[in-house]
Nanobody
Framework: VQLQASGGGLVQAGGSLRLSCVAS????????MGWIRQAPGKEREFVAT????????SYANSVKGRFTISRDNAKNTVYLQMNDLRLDDTAAYYC????????????????WGQGTLVTVSS
């Protein structure tokens, strides 16, 4: 599975960004998809996940109510809409795919894309 993430950038606190990730190499609807982030000097942190059918979703407590994960199986794409961004959201955001129906933790992902950097400024 190949994953190509995009959409990162520099944004002011309180602003919004939408990340996209296009997958190839497998039947997309059979993959659990997720977003994981890694801030400088910190370990990777689970952000959000959605199952293949789109019926199950889970978020880290730190992003609940601000971030929304969605997927378009026809386009082999998963999105992360990020609103009300905070300084501590600054991180490299990784798109990841799991052979499991859904991945609730960092260690449950089998395939990783390159990170896209999100920088939130004051």
């Amino acid at each position: 599975v190949q994953l190509q993430a995009s959409g990162g950038g520099l944004v002011q606190a309180g602003g919004s960004l939408r990340l996209s990730c296009v997958a190839s190499g497998r039947t997309f609807s059979r993959l659990g998809m997720g977003w994981i982030r890694q801030a400088p000097g910190k370990e990777r942190e689970f952000v959000a996940t959605k199952d293949g059918s789109g019926g199950l979703t889970s978020y880290a407590n730190s992003v609940k109510g601000r971030f929304t994960i969605s997927r378009d199986n026809a386009k082999n794409t998963v999105y992360l809409q990020m609103n009300d961004l905070r300084l501590d959201d600054t991180a490299a955001y990784y798109c990841a795919a799991s052979e499991r129906p859904i991945g609730f933790g960092v260690n449950e992902y089998d395939y990783w894309g390159q990170g896209t950097l999100v920088t939130v400024s004051s």
